[in-house]
């Protein structure tokens, strides 16, 4: 059973750091497209950043560029991978509930046009809250 896991969230002042994990199980999935969404109440699921099998390509929204970074961490043991998003610098306008997503396209496929768009995503995790106070 393919399973992604968010976990970091919580509550942060103003200028203040949050580092989000996303575990992925059930498969290998070291050469799919990972990703970061967000939804704030009252609006629609946005990008947030994406990160390819090798790292070697990682669009970003513009509002969080410079501010959040991705990674992550293809462990070839147990079938386990996990994405990582660093947060600094949050602003109240960053709070939502953050989800992992995965998209199992091929590297023949990617773009970063197709990164940014949810319905590219086959699997999503269940989300975790993030709220930055004033």
């Known amino acids: 059973q393919v399973q992604l896991v968010e976990s970091g969230g919580g509550l942060v002042q103003t200028g203040g750091s949050l580092g989000l994990s996303c575990t992925a199980s059930?498969?290998?999935?070291?050469?799919?497209?990972m990703a970061w969404f967000r939804q704030a109440p009252g609006k629609e699921r946005e990008f947030v950043a994406a990160i390819t099998w090798s790292g070697g390509s990682t669009p970003y929204a513009d509002f969080v560029k410079g501010r959040f970074t991705i990674s992550r961490d293809n462990s070839r043991d147990n079938a386990k991978n996990t994405v990582y998003l660093q947060m600094n610098s949050l602003k109240p306008e960053d709070t939502a509930v953050y989800y992992c997503?995965?998209?199992?396209?091929?590297?023949?496929?990617?773009?970063?046009?197709?990164?940014?768009?949810?319905?590219?995503?086959?699997?999503w995790g269940q989300g975790t809250q993030v709220t930055v106070s004033s």
């Open positions: 059930g498969r290998s999935f070291s050469n799919y497209v």
């Open positions: 997503a995965a998209d199992r396209t091929s590297s023949l496929d990617y773009s970063a046009v197709r990164a940014r768009r949810d319905v590219s995503y086959q699997y």
